[in-house]
């Protein structure tokens, strides 16, 4: 089995066909095939070689590493479409050869108002074929003459094109809504439908998995390989992504590509199960399964034909549970960009401070969506006091019998010490439950609200502890207490 996966490098990678390279690398995992990357890069206005990078950059980031093509070699290459240019005239040529293609020397115009007439008879809109017949003589002269000709396909008239879709069952269309289509343009660069021909036949693909929008470009390919006396692949057409208003998932919905996703703090492997998740289930009742087991259970048979909603949300709750699975190192890196970025890590981190990272971050984790929302969990810590407090009940008291228990330089940097501390304020003061530990996180964090004590208090004087690590300035606990004493008492 060999599949691959050929995008066209004129934008970033869209989370459909992220879906469809996944459910290609799928197929190829499970069932010991080989899958590979082609770059198909023949729109030449508009392909980058810095989007090539970015869609390789996703792909390797996403985990689909591929066996065989661009950056990776194979005995079927070249792997990208421009340097495989004379390999498509030799078999343009040959077409022409066997008059199962001709020269057609149409100008743009007069092929728009051929269009413009058939659709305003209620007719589809297809060449009329006017070089259809043209004498092999009269088209040689006119080529040598100069004048530009695309390179059409004569399609059999009066007959239907069939094939048998993996997901879809039996398709069917009929030549006479055809049309001879371009197989080569005048500038010498081969149409999509002619080139992926060649190149899957030469690169020996057995199946072709893509969205559902190529369904009316398949019954040309499938005629293509019949005139070349090529064996079609067995053809799977995905349905598109949707938004939740059921359209094609576009920018009007948010985020649409990879990179998006990438900077909104997702994890790849959060990613990666979601999109399996579109239009496929693993079966008994599991749906967050790391990859090689998703692949392990993919099968194209059990794929719908129903269209499948992207829902961010849901790709949320499945980022959820792979944060809390991430491990602490691990986390530390991919969440300091954002803690740069918030201004809370602001230079080269020190081993003490990338130990404090390590040390506090998986408890944050716990309940957050996305790597950004750690910074938000983290603000606590490096929020300096001095912002107002409203003198409401219990917070004199609290302040005072902090400032009084801290006063003689107590570090709160575990669990166990700041539950040691509460219980002193609350023999101090009287107070308990609510009345007691709003005004200790109103005093320590500066909010009403946020993560829980005993897990941001030891974080605020364990980050305290550290000189010239790296991190924002942190104030200590000490510190907050004696400030919020003397503002509320003066």
Known sequence: MRVRFAPSPTGHLHVGNARTALFNWLLARGQGGTFILRIEDTDLERSTKESEQAILDDLRWMGLQWDEGVGAGGDYGP????????????????????????????SAETLDAQRKAQLAAAL???????????????AAARRASGEPAVVRMRVPEGREVAFTDVVRGLVTFHT???GDPVLVRSDGIPAYNFAVVIDDEEMKVTHVIRGEDHISNTPRQILLYEAFGYTPPAFAHLSLVMGPDHAPLS???????????????YLPEALVNYLALIGWSPGQN??????????RRFR??????????????KLAWANRHYLKLCAPDRLAALA??????????????SAGAQAWLVQVLPGMAASVDRLPQLADRLEAVFRPPGAPLENEPGLPEVATALAAELEGGLRLVDKDTFRGLAGRVKDRTGLKGKGLFHPMRVILTGAAEGPEL????????????????????????QERAAFAARLLNS
């Open 124 to 138: 589809p809109p297809k060449y009329a074929g006017t070089c259809r017949n043209m004498p092999p003589a009269e």
């Open 79 to 106: 792997y990208r479409q421009t340097e495989r240019l004379q390999n498509y005239t030799d078999h343009a040529d040959r077409l022409i050869a066997e008059k199962k293609g001709y020269y057609c020397f149409c």
């Open 454 to 477: 005993d897990l941001i208090v030891p974080a605020i004087d364990l980050a305290a502890s550290l000189n010239h690590s790296g991190l924002a300035a942190v104030a200590s606990c």
């Open 251 to 265: 920018k009007r919905h948010g985020a649409t590509s990879v990179r998006e996703f990438r900077e909104k703090g």
């Open 286 to 295: 599991e749906e967050l399964l790391p990859a090689d087991e998703l692949a």
């Open 300 to 313: 194209l048979e059990n794929v719908s034909h129903s269209a499948g909603v992207f829902d961010e949300d």
């Open 336 to 349: 300091e960009p954002h803690l740069r970025a918030r201004g809370q890590v602001v230079g080269p981190l």
């Open 176 to 178: 006479d809504v055809i």
